[in-house]
């Protein structure tokens, strides 16, 4: 069964900590996204990946950065957690859009609660 | 920016109705997916459509797409309590060679039994 695993379904974290929250999948994808999610407003790309060491600003990059150092792990960082980004982080990952369908498979979510 | 636009954005039926979801979207597609979410989860795949495509079906899903409006529509037939979710289309837009998902807001289905 084809996965991907969210370290956190639930995080509660204070003003001005570093957050990191970790995604690892188990089907050799070479993309990788995380997305975050909020009421009204659907999912919002923050940063992608298309393979190991590369990383691309999403549409709401702001307060983030990301790590890729292995193919199947892929983090979201955020520097000093604030409370605007309180919020359902969600992770994907799919195959190259080159002759690929380019199905996502997503993790269950991390509600990030940052107080 | 966003993509895809669901409509409406939440749908009530009753159980054995068709539902009717539609989606448009702004710039030229490799393909256009549509996911489903039940409350608090993750995004789970329903159904994928090409940009050379113009119907598809699966089970009780049938996806229409029509590159000349910039428009998708999906339809659930004969529903059940247990499509009760919220249902998302995403457009994965010409970026080179590689894929990159656009999510729209998402449309809350509620079936009533």
């Known amino acids: 069964d084809v996965k991907v695993t969210q370290s956190s379904r639930y995080l509660v974290k204070r003003t001005g900590e570093k957050v990191f929250l970790e995604c690892v999948q188990d089907m050799d994808h070479e993309n990788m996204f995380w997305y975050r999610q909020d009421p009204g407003l659907g999912l919002r790309l923050i940063y992608f990946s298309y393979d190991v060491k590369m990383k691309e600003k999403g549409d709401i990059p702001e307060g983030y950065s990301v790590s890729r150092e292995k193919k199947e792990r892929f983090s979201l960082i955020l520097e000093s957690a604030s409370t605007n980004q309180t919020s359902m982080y969600l992770c994907?990952?799919?195959?190259?859009?080159?002759?690929?369908?380019?199905?996502?498979?997503f993790g269950q979510g991390t509600r990030l609660t940052v107080v | 920016s966003q993509q895809g636009e669901e409509d409406p954005q939440a749908l009530s039926i009753q159980e054995g109705e068709n539902a009717t979801m539609n989606c448009s979207y702004k710039?030229?597609?490799?393909?256009l997916q549509w996911y489903r979410q039940n409350s608090g989860r993750g995004l789970v795949h329903l159904i994928l459509i090409r940009s050379n495509e113009r119907e598809k079906h699966s089970g009780r899903l049938r996806v229409t797409l029509d590159t000349s409006k910039k428009s998708s529509s999906l339809l659930i037939t004969a529903s059940r309590a247990a499509d009760t979710a919220s249902y998302f289309c995403a457009t994965d837009a010409h970026t080179g060679a590689n894929s990159k998902l656009t999510f729209g807001k998402g449309i809350t289905l509620s079936v009533r039994p």
């Open positions: 994907a990952s799919n195959l190259p859009g080159t002759g690929a369908d380019t199905e996502a498979f």
């Open positions: 710039t030229s597609i490799n393909n």
